[in-house]
């Protein structure tokens, strides 16, 4: 910092006052602790349906090792968007940019670099796409509604531009194995450990950089952000192209996961995304929201997806499920932040 | 005016919003056919009466008889119907809707019951627009396309489709022209000739001067005259009814004016700074330890100069130095980087992040203080935020709490906590104690007052004239956009500033050389008003006579009524 020798005498840090958490503040910590908890008891009740409705299918290794690896892809994603909602904003694109990063990393010409090659395809794609995204929105004025818009459908027609419909079968071998049994650590698939890095990085850049929180001022209070001297048009970049590279990842560990590379990635993801930080606390309107209940949300739908996937059940009654857990998981938020 | 029942009686209206008794024991009676007029200073109280009148607010006491029955309007429909018609400042009208549409918007004449019939409320919006003198404005065009005049007419052209009784006009003459001012006031002396009612709100005296019939003065929330002659009563008198007071304001002592030792140099120097239709070229120079307050009505153009300092505006000319180093116009991070902080006119929407606690309210301008590589260092935060808000004695001593638990007046120590901390050294202040109980004030004026004698420079906006009188060491009193007299704090008195910033009469400095005062006296075809934009900081326009001294014999002004249509 440079700033001229201040008459005002900045104030000087002293030692932390032993009472650094009084009543009000646990009583905060309380109540975000409680929405976290019900989050963790809808998970836990899942589960019990699981294990009630297939209990040897559901509860089996295997299974909540795929429900934790289908968890990874759209996870990395709703992390980004996270962010990005908790500043105002929104990015419909994250599907269409998953969808062009994977194909984009799986071209022939791609894969001769290998596995290095398809990551960093994977990553710069998204970046660039967040890029365009952060640069239209931030210093183009554009809503970010219709910005993003935008880049779904150039995104997604882009993709079937460059596979022209078809599947690209991924030959690289060291890709390939990161997705088998072999690859496990402690039983754990490198994918699971991607996105528990992911989410581990998310949650110490909102709570404990200064980079969340200058996103949560400018989702909390624009014009008070600007006015308080904070660069809100580069922060708004960065968020996107934060959400883009999640993408990009998110891309990756899809194309590990189905050994290919599709037009048709990563479809509704921003629904999905979308849903997934509203149900875990995190406000439309921005300022405020947790990386840990956007984290919880993934897992209860894709743990819903499992267990009617396992009863045979039709995505449409899937679909109808998810729905109603959107709406009860707002009011039931609404009504504890109204009492 | 004759005995007869007055067309509306409203009696002892009590009205009160969390921590703000803004209406206490109002009456207002208005006949047919006058032009009542209602004066007051900011925050007396007149908008809320209004809005009470109109339906928009319910009053918690008191009672309204219209045309001799008790009514309690509930909602701005149900006051429509009563033939009340209200026109705000802000217009409300829909841009993207046409002038026919906007007349007619809900209750649109129909067939059937619900097919439009656009055509015949095309053809009733022209006649009203003929009625209203503006026969060129076509009922086709998007609201949106017209000039703010003309969506005045627009709005005064829906209240007239209905049934209506009782115009309010909440200041209509702030947006216009001389001659759009002349036009209005046709309009009005056509519409009372037909018996209508006006209520007529404005700050220009001379305005009330010209078409009032009666006036009605709030101060402090409470009716101090009701149904004086408007143009009988002295000036001396309608001012000293506005600004006497109840409540009286403790400020803390000022530093000794002729400290020894020469003067320090100016930590912000402004030089021809203007915006195109907010504010004339300005100059200003504050020095450390110094307080110097900007008077002005709301639309004078303080808050924009304020704003413009800081880089929130982009200035049209001029230039803002610290320290004799240029700032990069238009950009606030540079003017904070510079040592300058903004507590803005609107709290809420402009300074404060009401989810967050009050430590991360007031952090957020310094952070990268308490942290090292982005990564924030949270114990030092919340110890420094601590450490600022107590030497501000902000209560409660949590800075933990969230902002939006805290009292107005806590809030914004918490903004000046967010400045102290980032080692700011000139202070932007509009409108402080907005919001703040009177209460409070004292000791946010010696927090304001402590702050400049640590070696602050302040700049203080504020419409209370006595705030700036009280606090500040060097006042500039602005008018329209201009700096119509600079005086030192104490030369000056209440009555002295309302008249320069009302523009009610006596010409600011010696005399007005060199103003744009020529417009003489009243009853002129273009009108007494102000500078009208033309340069010039002496005159301000409308000088009868050249009264001297605040106490002087009454500048009683002779017009004649309604200018000949």
Redesign the interface.
Same mark, same amino acid.
């Given at each position: 910092m440079t700033q001229p020798a201040s008459p005002a005498r900045p104030v000087t840090e002293k030692s932390p006052p032993p009472d650094g958490a009084a009543g009000p503040w646990r009583a905060l910590a309380a109540r975000a602790d409680l929405r976290t908890l019900s989050l963790l008891g809808v998970l836990a009740a899942l589960a019990v349906i699981g294990g009630v409705t297939q209990p040897d299918a559901f509860l089996d290794t295997d299974n909540l090792q795929l429900i934790l690896t289908q968890a990874s892809v759209i996870g990395v994603v709703t992390v980004g968007m996270t962010f990005v909602i908790i500043s105002g904003g929104i990015d419909l694109s994250v599907g269409a940019i998953v969808a062009l990063a994977s194909v984009w990393a799986t071209t022939v010409a791609t894969q001769e670099y290998g596995f290095a090659g398809i990551l960093f395809t994977a990553v710069v794609v998204g970046l660039g796409c967040g890029l365009v995204n952060g640069l239209l929105i931030a210093y183009g004025g554009m809503v970010p509604f219709i910005a993003t818009l935008a880049m779904l459908a150039s995104g997604r027609g882009l993709a079937l531009e460059i596979t022209d419909g078809k599947t690209q079968m991924v030959t690289v071998d060291g890709v390939l194995r990161l997705g088998e049994r072999d690859a496990y650590v402690l039983g754990v698939p490198p994918l699971v450990l991607v996105f528990a890095a992911v989410t581990v990085v998310g949650w110490l850049l909102l709570n404990r950089t200064t980079f969340g929180r200058r996103s949560v001022a400018v989702g909390g209070n624009a014009e008070a952000a600007r006015l308080a001297g904070i660069d809100v048009r580069r922060q708004r970049l960065y968020l996107y192209l934060l959400s883009g590279l999640c993408c990009g990842i998110a891309a990756f560990l899809l194309v590990v996961l189905s050994g290919s590379g599709q037009n048709t990635n990563g479809n509704l993801y921003e629904l999905d995304a979308i849903a997934a930080a509203i149900i875990g606390g995190t406000l439309l309107s921005g300022g405020r929201g947790t990386i840990t209940g956007a984290v919880l949300g993934v897992l209860i739908f894709t743990t819903i997806t499992n267990i009617f996937a396992l009863n045979n059940l039709e995505t449409a009654v899937q679909q109808i499920a998810k729905g109603a857990i959107i709406v009860a998981a707002v009011l039931v938020q609404r009504r504890a932040s109204t009492t | 005016m004759a005995p007869e029942p007055p067309l509306l009686r409203m009696s002892g209206i009590t009205k009160s919003f969390p921590g703000v008794r803004a209406l206490d024991g109002v009456d207002l009676h208005v006949q047919a056919g006058e032009v009542h007029c209602l004066l007051g200073q900011n925050g007396a109280g007149k908008s809320t009466l209004i809005k009470v009148l109109a339906g928009a607010h319910q009053p918690d006491g008191g009672t309204i008889a219209w045309r001799g029955e008790h009514v309690a309007p509930r909602s701005p429909i149900a006051a429509m119907r009563l033939g009340i018609a209200t026109i705000y400042q802000e217009l409300d009208l829909v841009e993207h809707l046409s002038v026919a549409e906007n007349v007619f918007l809900g209750h649109e004449p129909t067939a059937a019951g619900f097919v439009v019939r656009p055509g015949r409320a095309r053809a009733a919006t022209a006649a009203l627009l003929t009625r209203l003198g503006h026969a060129e404005i076509d009922p086709g065009r998007l609201v949106g396309d017209l000039s703010a005049a003309q969506q005045q007419i627009v709005s005064m052209a829906r209240a007239l489709s209905h049934d209506v009784r009782l115009i309010v006009m909440d200041e209509p003459s702030a947006a216009l022209d001389p001659d759009e001012v002349d036009n209005l006031f046709r309009v009005i002396g056509d519409l009372t000739a037909e018996g209508v009612a006006v209520v007529y709100i404005s700050h220009r005296l001379e305005e009330i001067r010209r078409i009032g019939d009666r006036v009605t003065v709030l101060k402090d929330g409470r009716a101090v005259a009701v149904g004086l002659p408007a143009k009988q009563t002295p000036t001396r008198e309608i001012v000293a009814l506005m600004t006497g007071r109840t409540v009286e304001y403790v400020f803390p002592e000022r530093a000794p004016a002729d400290r020894p030792g020469a003067p320090p140099e100016p930590v912000l120097t402004v030089h021809g700074l203007a915006r195109h239709g907010e504010f004339a070229p300005l100059d200003l120079e504050l020095r450390?330890g110094e307080i110097v307050g900007l008077a002005g009505l709301v639309g004078s153009g303080r808050s924009e100069i304020l704003e413009t300092v800081?880089g929130?505006r982009r200035p049209a000319a001029g230039h803002v130095r610290v320290?004799g180093r240029p700032l990069r116009p238009g950009s %606030?991070?540079a003017? %904070?980087?510079? $040592?300058l902080g903004?507590a803005?006119e609107e709290r809420k &929407?402009?300074?404060?992040?009401?989810?967050?606690?009050v430590t991360?309210n007031v952090s %957020?301008?310094?952070?990268? *203080?308490f942290?090292r590589g $982005?990564?924030?260092d949270? +114990?030092?935060e *919340? !110890?420094?935020a601590? &450490? !600022?808000t107590r030497?501000l004695s902000l209560r409660p001593d949590?800075p933990? %709490?969230?902002v939006r638990?805290l009292s107005g007046g806590n809030q914004q120590k918490a903004v000046l906590a *967010?400045w102290?901390?980032? +080692?700011?050294?000139v202070l932007l202040l509009d409108e402080p104690t907005r919001g703040v109980d009177v209460g409070a004030r004292a000791e946010l004026y010696a927090v304001v007052r402590g702050?400049a004698d640590? +070696?602050?420079a302040v700049l203080l906006v504020s419409s209370e004239v006595p705030e700036v009188l009280g606090l500040a060491d060097r006042v500039l009193v602005l008018r329209e956009g201009h700096v119509v007299h600079t005086a030192r704090a104490d030369e000056l008195d209440e009555p002295r500033v309302l008249d320069l910033v009302l523009g009610s009469g006596r010409a600011g400095g010696a005399g007005g050389a060199g103003g744009a005062g020529g417009a003489g006296g009243a009853g002129g075809s273009s009108g007494p008003r102000g500078p009208g934009g033309t340069g010039g900081t002496g005159g301000t326009g409308a000088n009868r006579g050249s009264g001297s001294t605040p106490g002087a014999p009454e500048d009683t002004v002779t017009t004649e009524g309604s200018p000949a249509p």
């Open positions: - | 450390p800081y929130a320290d %606030v991070r003017a %904070v980087r510079a $040592g903004l803005p &929407a402009q300074a404060l992040l009401m989810l967050e606690s991360r %957020v301008s310094s952070m990268s *203080r942290s $982005g990564w924030l949270r +114990g030092a *919340r !110890a420094a601590r &450490a !600022a030497e949590n933990s %709490v969230p638990t *967010r102290l901390l980032r +080692g700011c050294r702050l640590q +070696g602050l």
